[in-house]
């Protein structure tokens, strides 16, 4: 593993999404290319951190592998907190995952930063006689929500990576891009391309969640 | 002549165009931005003039472009052709003339002598005269045509120059002629605009003075939140989001009711920022590459705010100082007292809290947090210098207070600490020292009361003899502490001073009475302690009533471990042998009925705060404090000097004990104060094993946080970097959690949605 020492930026990055879609699975494939079938249920949380480059900057990752489970799960603040990037993961093969993604989005409206990145993540790819639910209809959807979308498989790796690395990249853009203009008003307007998190329309007459 | 009156007339084109071009880019600029009808309207306005005058400019180029022709063509052709025949004529009938004035010279010269050549040279002058006269003629002809010509050349020329200078004027006639009427309402547009803007001076004016007197007056404001007089300034500042972006986002601060609040721009709702100004403190931010930062250090939160003052405008400038002003010195905001739970309030609601513990000053401002006792600042230096492990000193005002120490104030306070500290007082050891005393008996004093523990009462001895049952049969116990008890008028007398010799009995506390259900129901006095029948010494118990302090500070979870055993009326702790009475056990029991007055008592006496019972696996006061519930119990043993990390004979420290409970509020708390988390039990069992196993997922979140946080402090750890900011968020969402809503860090069994929680 790369030495984590130096690093020039560090992004906590949360994992959710329904019991035993595998994130834990995507966060031991991404940071020590294990992969385990019979992992157990996580409790609480779980970390792990991996560096990767993006434009020539050493960006440390900070993975938040949270409880899928409910009765495993802490209290919600603890996991949002200061995150800036969350995967939201379902099971290709199981569309009841894919039906509660509106539920962690709702989550993630209430508890996380207005501004973190969300990445769509189909997992289980390698399952593609078992597919409940097609990459168009995930990808629309994601389209919609105004989310990045990706398939992939812990088992076989696939995407895996690009997963990260794309969830990361685009934290990355912007990051580095507020940095630069220090956006002078309201965090709410960015630029073009940043992803706000624009869920259901039809309850954006709810007042926002302070952050304070 | 007239080539530089055309030059200066295309000069003189080239700037009007100039300036055209630029109106017309002013104008552009005034009908891009055309957000304001007013600006709107000097946009249009500009492009007509701008019109016109591209009009003119051509016009006049048209005039220049005639007057070039006519003028400079005829002119010049008339120079060129004209006055060269003119000039070739005058060469012509120069060399005539010459040539005449030669023939009369050899007319004059030739000889008398030689008719011949006389003859011939009056014929050569003859002819050269009527020659010269004929070219002559000719020359005077030519003259006169090209004055003729002239004359008439140059009439003419004029005469087309003013045709097109008419012309050209008549174009601008015409042109401004249709201009006209649009000029009239433009005018009078105008005059509008002219009175409008008079009044929008006026009424900013009026504006300006307002806030004048605003900052002078604190009257009210009527921009805003508009019937509140206690808007005292606003104005935009930069804030530093505390979360994962750390960007600066301008928001509209305003100070009011002593509050900092917030909001965005558009929005309405008020974000409450700091409760109360008065007990923060301010100061230049210097961390940052931006200028004008300053950091708001506050005491209800762990981290400092970081602000930055917003650089257009003097308005803002002076927002930002003001709101400076104000926090920097709290003592100059009217003294209304606020209706929060402020920790002003809360301490000074503590009986006796209202003046410094040692001297009897009023309004003391600090306090020390091991002792539970509020201080004035002549006291509080004398604190300081006796070092840690005797008093801990912290400001009300500017320190920053964990909500565990106010608990664990609220539960002492300078009326119990004074009632064990100074129960007899011998001003022969040292003078009293009072509001206004000097330094020297100050120091005396506070020196006998706190480190000789001169004034405080011995605990009974086994050689009492003052009792009528034998001492064999005494036993001891330490009144179960528990706020909900109602409070009834038995123990209300002050210590009964025949109980002297036989019961030590410690600080009030309200809930004696309940105690005394279960133990001693005979007595309404202070003895009450004391069960004639079985001859128990209850500690805690025969408190005088206290008025039932509403701190504000909701109880914690506490007592939730205990609840059964009091249900049993069991409000006290197990009986225990007189013999074994010593302030080390006497704290360990106190620790177990989490009664922290008793456990500040025993520490008076001389209490080891870790020392372990071996009757009880070797556990110390820390582990059955942590058992037993209590937030404050473990918070002051820990402020008193109790090691977090002691084993009992298990090799179980705190942590293992209150993961196995399942006690997330005391993990958060032992982990606060650096608990080691690596420690193996007897059974090889480190605390994160436990909690995974229990699968309590609070705790291992907690657990593994710590983790975390310790691991990245350690990579950092040349920079001195305090932790992970998420670490100390969550940190601090779990302790505030456990003070305010002790109910929520239980782990509900009916796994609702997760989504409700904090």
């Known amino acids: ?212 | 002549m007239c080539g530089a009156m055309i030059d200066a007339g295309k000069v003189f084109n080239q700037t009007n165009k100039q300036f055209i071009d630029s109106v017309q880019d002013l104008s552009k600029y005034f009908v891009a931005d055309d957000m304001v009808t007013d600006e709107k309207l000097v946009g249009e306005t500009l492009g007509k003039f701008v019109r016109a005058m591209e009009e003119l400019q051509k016009y006049s180029t048209i005039l220049l472009d005639q007057a070039h022709r006519s003028i400079c063509k005829n002119v010049s052709t008339f120079i060129k052709t004209d006055i060269k025949r003119v000039k070739e004529s005058r060469k012509h009938f120069e060399k005539i003339s010459f040539d005449t004035d030669n023939a009369y010279v050899k007319s004059a010269q030739a000889s008398k002598n030689k008719p011949a050549e006389c003859e011939e040279a009056y014929n050569v002058l003859t002819a050269m005269k009527s020659c010269f006269a004929h070219t002559s003629l000719d020359y005077v002809f030519q003259i006169n045509i090209l004055h003729s010509k002239k004359r008439n050349d140059v009439l003419h020329t004029m005469l087309s120059y003013m045709h097109a200078q008419n012309a050209y004027f008549h174009q601008g006639f015409d042109l401004f002629h249709d201009l006209e009427p649009y000029m009239k309402s433009l005018a009078t547009q105008l005059d509008e605009l002219n009175v409008k803007s008079e009044a929008e001076k006026r009424e900013m004016e009026g504006r300006h003075h307002l806030v004048q007197e605003k900052n002078a007056s604190a009257s009210s404001q009527p921009s805003l939140t508009s019937d509140d007089p206690n808007v005292k300034i606003e104005g935009y500042l930069f804030r530093r989001t505390s979360k994962g972006f750390k960007t600066w986002v301008r928001r509209w601060f305003i100070l009011q009711n002593n509050q900092l609040v917030y909001r965005k721009r558009s929005k309405d709702n008020l974000t409450v920022f700091e409760e109360d100004l008065r007990l923060c403190t301010v100061r230049l931010f210097t961390e940052t590459d931006r200028r004008f930062c300053f950091e708001v250090i506050s005491p209800t939160r762990c981290d400092s705010d970081f602000f930055k003052v917003n650089t257009n405008g003097s308005g803002d400038g002076n927002s930002s100082k003001s709101i400076g002003g104000a926090t920097v010195s709290p003592e100059v905001a009217q003294p209304e007292p606020p209706k929060r739970n402020s920790r002003m309030t809360i301490l000074f609601s503590i009986p006796g809290n209202d003046v410094c513990c040692d001297c009897g000053s009023k309004e003391p401002r600090w306090a020390s947090i091991n002792l539970g006792i509020t201080l004035c600042i002549e006291c509080s230096g004398i604190h300081r210098s006796l070092g840690v492990h005797i008093s801990k000193v912290r400001s009300i005002t500017l320190d920053a207070w964990e909500p565990e120490l106010l608990k664990v104030m609220a539960e002492l306070g300078n009326g119990i600490v004074n009632r064990i500290y100074e129960a007899d007082v011998d001003e022969r050891i040292a003078k009293r020292a009072t509001a206004d005393c000097s330094r020297n008996i100050r120091e005396n004093w506070i020196k006998a009361k706190y480190v000789q523990k001169a004034f405080v009462r011995k605990l009974p001895q086994l050689d009492e003899t003052s009792l009528t049952v034998s001492p064999e049969r005494r036993r001891w116990s330490v009144s179960r502490r528990s706020k909900k008890s109602p409070s009834r008028k038995v123990a209300k007398t002050k210590r009964d001073t025949r109980s002297m010799g036989d019961i030590k009995s410690t600080g009030p506390d309200e809930q004696g009475a309940k105690m005394l259900q279960g133990t001693s129901k005979d007595s309404g006095l202070s003895l009450s302690s004391i069960s004639t029948t079985d001859d128990v010494i209850v500690f805690g118990a025969n408190m005088p009533e206290e008025p039932i302090i509403e701190t504000g500070l909701p109880e914690s979870s506490e007592d939730s471990s205990t609840e059964t055993e009091e249900s049993d009326t069991k409000s006290v702790t197990s009986l225990e042998d007189v013999s074994k009475l010593s302030p080390s056990s006497l704290l360990y029991k106190a620790a177990v009925a989490h009664n922290v007055a008793v456990m500040q008592e025993a520490l008076a006496h001389g209490a080891d705060p870790n020392w372990a019972n071996e009757d009880e696996e070797g556990k110390n006061a820390l582990m059955k404090a942590v058992e037993s519930g209590s937030l404050p119990a473990c918070e002051f043993l820990m402020l008193n000097g109790a090691k977090v990390d002691r084993k009992d004979n298990n090799a179980k420290t705190a942590l293992h004990h209150a993961t196995r409970l399942g006690l997330t509020a005391q993990v958060c708390q032992l982990l606060k104060r650096g608990a080691n988390q690596h420690a193996v039990d007897a059974d090889g069992m480190d605390p994160l094993t436990i909690a995974v196993n229990d699968a309590n997922a609070d705790i291992v979140t907690l657990l593994r946080l710590a983790k975390l946080n310790e691991e990245m402090r350690e990579t950092e750890g040349l920079y001195g970097n305090p932790g992970d900011d998420t670490f100390t968020d969550v940190f601090r969402d779990f302790t505030n959690m456990a003070s305010d809503n002790p109910e929520k860090l239980k782990r509900n069994p009916s796994f609702q949605g997760s989504g409700e929680s904090s």
């Open chain 1, 1 to 212: 593993m790369a030495k984590d020492d130096e690093y020039d930026y560090l992004f906590k990055v949360v994992l959710i999404g329904d019991s035993g879609v595998g994130k834990s699975n995507l966060l031991s494939r991404f940071t020590r290319n294990e992969f385990n079938l019979e992992s157990k249920s996580t409790i609480g949380v779980e970390f792990a951190t991996r560096s990767i480059q993006v434009d020539g900057k050493t960006i440390k990752a900070q993975i938040w592998d949270t409880a899928g489970q409910e009765r495993y799960r802490a209290i919600t603040s603890a996991y949002y907190r200061g995150a800036v990037g969350a995967l939201l993961v379902y099971d290709i093969a199981k569309h009841l995952t894919y039906e509660n993604v509106e539920r962690w989005l709702k989550e993630l409206r209430d508890h996380a930063d207005n501004n973190i990145v969300i990445m769509l993540v189909g997992n289980k790819s390698d399952l593609r006689h078992l597919r409940a639910v097609p990459t168009d209809e995930a990808k629309a959807f994601a389209e919609k929500h105004n989310l990045s979308f990706i398939e992939t498989s812990a088992l076989d790796s696939t995407n895996v990576e690009a997963a990260f690395q794309n969830i990361l990249t685009e934290i990355y853009k912007i990051v580095s891009q507020k940095q630069i203009r220090d956006s002078p008003d309201d965090d709410n307007t960015l630029s073009n391309d940043v992803r706000t998190i624009q869920v259901a329309p039809t309850d954006n007459s709810q007042p926002k969640k302070q952050c304070c």
